[in-house]
């Protein structure tokens, strides 16, 4: 069982390049996120999808944009990449419940922009 | 304006003793609580949760306390493993979402 899969999980761009990064999980889960996590800043959350075709902002969506085309799989695209976005990007997924909403990672994707 | 706060940043501990990890928040319509722990290069990974009606929910060698009325909670582990040396994350969710802190590393000594 995969779980939650981040491609790719390295990835060096120039200043001003686009790249997107594909999430894909494979539990059925409804909801999806995309953090990036920064030193002494923990993670932040970028956009989310509470479902097929619907995406949100979260607290830091400047520069990025999302898709989530099919239930599985989440996009996170940088149109043109700065170095203010160098970063570790995560993947997460989780349930509809009424419970605590726990989230399942992907191991992430270390992002540099030169 | 970050919503949920870990001020202390790193924790060293010894082998068998408790660690006391904490996380303040400030906003009042949480419903849920949870701890995670990430190991270098990998993703953070679920430990434990608290719902916003309880005061304290144990699992193992974890226990989570919560204060609503201070906006606190705080993660016990005892006895502390070598294992536990970790990036230990508070989380609170609203709205479909979770906040996180900024993290505390604990690194527990032999």
């Known amino acids: 069982n995969a779980g939650v899969t981040q491609t790719p999980k390295f990835r060096v761009l120039k200043t001003g390049q686009s790249m997107t990064l594909l999430c894909a999980q494979d539990?059925?889960?409804?909801?999806m996120y995309w953090y990036r996590q920064d030193p002494g800043m923990g993670l932040r959350l970028i956009h989310y999808s509470v479902g097929e075709g619907t995406t949100a902002k979260g607290e830091v969506p400047d520069g990025y944009n999302v898709s989530r085309l099919k239930k599985q799989n989440f996009l996170l695209g940088l149109e043109s990449a700065a170095p203010s976005q160098t970063s570790v990007y995560f993947c997460?997924?989780?349930?509809?419940?009424?419970?605590?909403?726990?989230?399942?990672f992907g191991e992430g994707s270390r992002l540099t922009v030169l | 304006d970050q919503q949920v706060k870990q001020n202390s940043p790193s924790l060293s501990v010894q082998e068998g003793r408790i660690s006391i990890l904490n996380c303040d928040y400030t906003?009042?319509?949480?419903?849920?609580f949870l701890w995670y722990k990430k190991y270098p290069a990998e993703g953070p990974t679920f430990l434990i949760s608290i719902s916003s009606i309880k005061d304290k929910n144990e699992d193992g060698r974890f226990t989570v306390f919560l204060n609503k009325s201070a906006k606190h909670l705080s993660l016990h582990i005892v006895p502390s493993q070598p294992g536990d040396s970790a990036v230990y994350f508070c989380a609170a969710r609203g709205d479909y979402k979770l906040s996180f802190g900024a993290g505390t590393t604990v690194t527990v000594r032999a």
């Open positions: 906003n009042s319509m949480f419903d849920y």
């Open positions: 539990m059925n889960h409804e909801y």
């Open positions: 997460a997924s989780s349930p509809r419940t009424g419970g605590p909403g726990e989230l399942f």
